[in-house]
Every structure is written in C-alpha cells, then in structure tokens.
C-alpha cells in the first residue's frame, strides 16, 4: 500500500470525525436553545421549575388525551416532550462544564453567574414515566408495531415501567419479573424498546457521573480552600455548606482563617447565622466579623444586638459602622442603653462622625452616664455641640470629680466666642489640679486671641 493511500485514509477519517462532532455540537446548540426557551434561564428558582411543568405539560396533556383521529399530532407532542426533557439535560451539562473549567481555572468567570439546575433536572426527568408510554402508545396507534390487546393507558404505563426496570442493572430481568404483556410484533417495536433503554442508560449514568464530578469538585474546593480562598470562590455558592462544615471541624486556626475568607467571596446572609458563634473566638473573630460584615444584612444585626454576649453586642455595633452601605447610626443609637460601659463608650466613638442632630442627643445622654469612662468621652466630643448647649451642659461637668470631664468641660468652654464663658473658665484657675488649671489658662489665652483678631478685623 502506497503512504499516498494511507495519507488519504488518514485524512478521510479526520474530515468523518470532524464532521460528526460538528454535527453534534450543532444539535446541542440546539437542544440548549430550547432548554432557555423552555424556562432554564429564569433566575428564580421556583419560578423556573413551575415553568418548566407548564411547558412539559402543554405537550404531555395533548399526547394523553387527544382522539384516534389526531393521533400523528399525539405522537408529535410526545416526541417534543421528550425532546424538552434532553434539552433540559443538556442545558445542565453545559453549565456545569462551564463551573468544571472554572474551578481547574481553565477559564476565569463567576460560577454562580448561571443556575443550579439538579433540581429542575431531577424534575424534569420525572416526567419521563409519563413520556416513555405516551411515546410507545402514539407509535403503535401510528404504525401498528407492538401486540397488545388493550389500548388503555395503564397498559402502556406499565410498559414503560418494564424498560426503566431493565434500564442501567436490569434487576427486572434477573427477577423474570414483567409489569406488562405487551411484546413487539416488528422490529421496528424491538428497535425503539432498544433506542429507549439506551436513552434512558445514558441519561441515567450521565447524571450520576455529574453528580459524583460535582461533590468531588467541592471537596476538593474545601480542602484546597484552607491554603487558598480563592480556589473555594472558584466552586461558588454550593460549596458553603461543606465549607462551614469544615470550618467547625478543623482546628488549625490557619486553615480555619483561610476557610473563613472563602466564605466571605462565596457566602450570603444564609451563612451569617452558623457564623455567629465564631465571634467569641479570638483567633478568628476578626475574619468572622469581616466576612460577616460583607456577607451579611444589617437587619441580621438585632439578634446580635438582643444576645446577652458583651463580645456579640461589641460585633454587631462594628457591622453597624462598617458595613458597605453604613454608618447605620440611628441603629448603633439602639446600644447606648446597653448595660455594659464599654459597648456605651464604643457607641459613643462611633458617633463622633455623625451629623449633629443624631449625635447630640447621645452625647447629652451619656453625660450622666453611672460609668466614668462613658461620662469621659461624652465631655471629649461636648465641644461639637451648638454654643447654648455647651454653656448648659459645660459648667455641669466643672463640677465632676472625674479630671478628666473637667479639663474637656473647659475646652468646650473655650470653643464658645461668648463672654459668659470667662466667669467659667476664670473659676477653675483655683482648681486642685494642675492640669485643670493650665487648661483653663490656655482656654482664656485662646479666647483673648480671638478678641484681639475680632477687634483688627
């Protein structure tokens, strides 16, 4: 043989197999077509499925019930049901082959930008015991291929359940049990009980190598997670479930941590409530917090706010201020009643930056606070206050025994360009402390400046 012919050989079997997977690329373009028109691209997912049904059974319901005299159009609407429940499938291999190059970073993208389709699948392929005899009856009405002495429905059903329990083990056949008496009076009866049962392996053992492919998937995701986050982000949101599992598991604080970073790329408010308890873990209670404050929503933060945990309280007035659409003041405001004093002090810090109208009457509030350091800090941030406030509330605080309050009393004294404050300030030059009194010294210096710059102006 001469290597011009084996060249040619060659070269024919390429252009075959070239041509056939372009042929059946093109048929699965196809099928995933109508799987999107049939309802799988619907974000919802209940929406989804019970689209889904409608459209499955505007074919079934004529394939059931329409007369002898329409049977082509019966036999036509079951062949579309079925093609609707393939597509289905195919729909679902695509998406998870687009998550499989993904995850083994073949391709960059966002795993979760589609659905998870192994319910609507599931779903969907249920309907394949109603399907299967509906195929079979139409194709008898139409072309007398099976012998079979009653037409009713049941018969076919029990038919169709004959092939799925010879489908995949055929356990049927090694029991000799048979639901039907049905038997093929052609080989055309013989060729579609076997085209059938082919379909319905390959169906079956393609969803369950999926299945298998997607909880190896995540568990390798997990274990790669506790090195780097990312490789978990890569799996998207099916991977939380067995990522929080982990995190309880392990004790090595570095996986832990890392494991918790994951879930703040992946994670959602579903996963804030099993986070919960890791904020009374100091190794990782900043992780949790932050992965918290990304993944949560703030309305999660009343059950923090309500718990008896000084350290939850503390998390949740720091979600409150850092959260991506905060400072939400008005609900950090809920805590200035707490009863401990360092949540109240905390309260009052994180106010510093509020508008006045929400801060002054916390700071008002918190000057006759029991706790010395929650009085402390609300005479430091006294001096933001309007000026006929500060001389109500200012001359108060010189009379505290805390040196503290007294020395901001007279700093916020000196902010007020108001003669009443002189007799104030003037007095606490006879106070105990030294520090007091070169606060108030500075404060009369300060004020005899601004007369001076007043009167050349």
């Known amino acids: 043989m001469k290597e011009s012919d084996v060249n040619i050989g060659v070269i024919h079997e390429l252009w075959i197999q070239r041509l056939i997977v372009a042929w059946w690329n093109t048929i699965d373009e196809f099928l995933q077509k109508v799987g999107y028109l049939s309802g799988m691209s619907i974000s919802n997912s209940l929406s989804r499925i019970a ?7 505007i074919f079934i319901i004529p394939a059931m019930f329409l007369p002898d005299s329409m049977k082509v159009i019966g036999l036509l609407s079951a062949i579309m ?26 391709m ?10 192994r319910i609507d699948v599931l779903v969907a392929s249920l309907h394949l015991l109603l399907i299967v005899p509906l195929l079979l009856q139409r194709v008898d009405e139409v072309f007398d291929i099976y012998s079979v002495d009653n037409e009713n429905f049941s018969v076919w059903f029990m038919f169709g359940m004959d092939l799925f329990s010879r489908s995949l083990l055929d356990w049927a056949e090694v029991y000799e049990i048979r639901f039907s008496d049905v038997d093929s009076s052609s080989m055309a009866g013989k060729h579609l ?19 298998i492919g997607i909880r190896g998937t995540i568990r390798e995701g997990v274990s790669a997670a506790a ?38 790329i992946t994670g959602g408010p579903t996963e804030v409530e099993s986070l919960w308890k890791l904020l009374t873990d100091d190794s990782v209670m900043t992780e949790t917090l932050a992965t918290l404050i990304r993944i949560g929503k703030i309305e999660q933060t009343n059950r923090l706010v309500n718990s008896s945990n000084v350290t939850l309280r503390a ?35 994180s106010l510093e930056d509020a508008p006045l109208d929400i801060a002054t009457p916390s700071i008002i509030r918190s000057l006759n606070d029991t706790d010395e350091g929650v009085r ?19 001359p108060m605080l010189l009379q505290s025994n805390s040196i503290a309050c007294r020395i901001h009393g007279v700093e916020a004294l000196a ?22 009194k070169i606060s108030a010294q500075k404060a009369i210096e300060h004020l005899q400046r601004l007369a001076k710059l007043s009167e050349s102006n």
């Open 376 to 394: 402390i800090e609300a005479s430091r941030q006294l001096r933001r206050l309007k000026s006929d406030e500060i001389l109500q509330y200012a």
């Open 51 to 57: 689209f889904i049904e409608f459209v499955l059974l």
């Open 227 to 264: 090195r780097d986050p990312e490789t978990a982000a890569r799996i998207g949101r099916r991977v939380n479930k067995a990522l929080l599992k982990s995190i309880f598991d392990t004790d090595i604080v570095d996986e832990k941590r890392n494991r918790i970073r994951a879930l703040a």
């Open 315 to 349: 998390s949740a007035l720091q979600w409150m201020l850092l959260c991506s659409d905060g400072p939400h003041y008005f609900r950090i405001r809920q805590l200035e009643s707490d009863p401990s004093p360092r949540i109240r002090t905390s309260v009052l810090e």
């Open 193 to 211: 009980i076997l085209f059938l049962l082919i379909s319905i392996d390959l169906l079956l053992i393609q969803s369950i190598i999926r299945l």
């Open 81 to 106: 049901s079925a093609i609707l429940v393939l597509s289905v499938h195919r729909v679902w291999s695509a998406d998870e082959r687009r998550r499989r190059e993904i995850a083994n970073r073949v």
């Open 415 to 436: 902010a007020v360009e108001d003669g009443r404050v002189v007799p104030h300030i003037v007095k606490m030059f006879d106070d105990e402390d030294e520090r007091v």
């Open 108 to 117: 960059d993208g966002d795993p979760d930008i589609g659905n998870d389709h």
